[in-house]
């Protein structure tokens, strides 16, 4: 059962709406130099809004473990995502929460990306490279590279994804999850009804005996 993360949330009647289609997570972004940064007070409103069995995801860029803990209690979240260069000590020291690593694949996937990190984090997650954004370029990668990660790292496929290809890139990655931004959105953070729609019509075909949980089951069951 393909799991479902729509990210980028900073309204609640976003959230409520992906959550009442069927997301099993949303992500508050928490970098201040995204288009989608949400304000951590902000997102525990909305989170204290949301039913108990959706994951509430965090998303962070070279943050340090005490700030993210800080952060983590106060929305609160269930799952860190790390974005940017980090220690695996740094992912060791918040094990009490999932924790998902981040490889931007460019031209390949190197071992030395997702190597150091494998036993600190509970699911990788596969997004576009790009300079100047971590996340939400609204671009593809090839998918194939997700291919070279070992078959029992839980993989959550991100990077461009929409209605109009969500069921190929499941059909090509087999992913676990997959990571749903702008290819939602009529703006930066501004998620469109229509396409949260469209897209969650197109995953009824591949999620046919979904059903919410009381508890979250994302980034693992």
Excluded at 53 to 64: A, I, L, Q
Excluded at 88 to 108: C, H, Q, T, W, Y
Aim: glycine share 8%.
């Amino acid at each position: 059962m393909v799991r479902v993360k729509i990210c980028g949330i900073t309204r609640l009647e976003d959230a409520r709406r992906a959550v009442d289609l069927g997301a099993d997570a949303v992500g508050f972004i928490f970098y201040r130099k995204s288009p989608r940064f949400v304000e951590p007070g902000h997102a525990a409103e909305i989170s204290a809004q949301l039913p108990p069995g959706v994951c509430r995801v965090g998303v962070f860029v070279d943050t340090p473990p005490e700030a993210i803990r800080r952060i983590a209690r106060e929305v609160p979240l269930h799952a860190i995502q790390f974005h940017g260069p980090y220690l695996p000590e740094a992912a060791g020291a918040l094990s009490d929460f999932k924790r998902i690593g981040v490889v931007r694949v460019r031209n390949d996937i190197l071992p030395e990306q997702w190597q150091p990190y494998r036993r600190h984090i509970d699911a990788m997650l596969l997004d576009t490279y790009r300079r100047d954004a971590y996340g939400g370029t609204g671009q593809p990668f090839a998918w194939q590279h997700a291919k070279q990660l070992p078959e029992d790292l839980r993989l959550i496929l991100a990077g461009g994804l929409g209605p109009d290809n969500i069921l190929q890139a499941i059909n090509d990655v087999r992913p676990y999850a997959v990571d749903v931004n702008s290819g939602v959105e009529s703006a930066p953070g501004v998620k469109d009804a229509n396409k949260l729609h469209e897209l969650f019509q197109q995953l009824r075909k591949v999620r046919r005996d979904w059903q919410r949980t009381d508890r979250p089951v994302f980034p693992i069951a």
